[in-house]
């Protein structure tokens, strides 16, 4: 029985198109959206501001040294979330009728920048009861370490969680955990999903 319903974030419960902060970066630097993409891309550095192992001030001054340019924090701030679309994949109203029943949970691979303007500025992310963000556990999908930081978020055992991710690595992390997952395609199949685990919400 399902008793904990986990869900990623990006790409399955909000949108985003890196090419529209690259295309805003590019502006400042002149340097073309694909060599933005490129530079940052280089010596993992995104992978450790995910990883909290820099703060966002920190990967603020880095990606000026990579551009070769300077930007305002707040200015840098605006276009690093620029990247998200303003619909939800899954209606707010779901998580939150599924939140009455079930214990929620987020599980993200995220950075601060990210993480404080979603919560800000998107409802559906204030209808979770436990929060495993990357950059806070310094753990990434799919080190077996966020799935268990998010097993002890859950409070119940592993097979009573469900998740989904839109990428199918870290599903398959999940299932050696001993989770209960499937990867995300849209709203639909994932109703499907959880009513063939009885979970209801309606």
Same mark, same amino acid.
């Given at each position: 029985?399902?008793?904990?319903?986990?869900?990623?974030?990006?790409?399955?419960?909000?949108?985003?198109?890196?090419?529209?902060?690259?295309?805003?970066?590019?502006?400042?630097?002149?340097?073309?959206?694909?060599?933005?993409?490129?530079?940052?891309?280089?010596?993992?550095?995104?992978?450790?501001?995910?990883?909290?192992?820099?703060?966002?001030?920190?990967?603020?001054?880095?990606?000026?040294?990579?551009?070769?340019?300077?930007?305002?924090?707040?200015?840098?701030?605006?276009?690093?979330?620029?990247?998200?679309?303003?619909?939800?994949?899954?209606?707010?109203?779901?998580?939150?009728?599924?939140?009455?029943?079930?214990?929620?949970?987020?599980?993200?691979?995220?950075?601060?920048?990210?993480?404080?303007?979603?919560?800000?500025?998107?409802?559906?992310?204030?209808?979770?009861?436990?929060?495993?963000?990357?950059?806070?556990?310094?753990?990434?999908?799919?080190?077996?370490?966020?799935?268990? %930081?998010? $097993?002890?978020?859950? @409070?119940?055992?592993?097979? /009573?969680?469900?998740?989904?991710?839109?990428? =199918?690595?870290? !599903? &398959?992390?999940?299932?050696? %955990?001993? $989770?209960?997952?499937? @990867?995300?395609?849209?709203? /639909?199949?994932?109703?499907?999903?959880?009513? =063939?685990?009885? !979970? &209801?919400?309606?």
């Amino acid at each position: 029985m399902i008793r904990c319903v986990i869900f990623d974030l990006g790409r399955v419960l909000v949108p985003f198109d890196f090419q529209i902060g690259y295309r805003q970066m590019s502006e400042y630097c002149g340097l073309a959206p694909e060599q933005v993409r490129a530079r940052l891309s280089t010596d993992g550095l995104v992978h450790d501001f995910e990883s909290g192992l820099i703060d966002e001030h920190g990967f603020h001054r880095c990606v000026e040294r990579l551009l070769d340019t300077e930007i305002t924090y707040q200015r840098f701030c605006d276009i690093w979330f620029s990247v998200f679309l303003p619909q939800t994949l899954i209606p707010e109203s779901m998580v939150e009728a599924i939140r009455r029943r079930y214990r929620t949970v987020l599980l993200s691979n995220t950075n601060p920048i990210h993480y404080s303007m979603l919560y800000e500025k998107y409802p559906i992310l204030q209808h979770f009861d436990g929060y495993v963000l990357s950059h806070e556990v310094k753990a990434m999908k799919p080190s077996p370490l966020i799935y268990a %930081a998010a $097993i002890e978020k859950a @409070q119940c055992l592993p097979g /009573e969680c469900f998740f989904t991710d839109d990428v =199918a690595e870290y !599903v &398959e992390g999940a299932k050696k %955990a001993g $989770i209960d997952a499937v @990867q995300f395609e849209n709203c /639909e199949q994932i109703q499907r999903e959880l009513r =063939a685990r009885g !979970v &209801e919400w309606e």
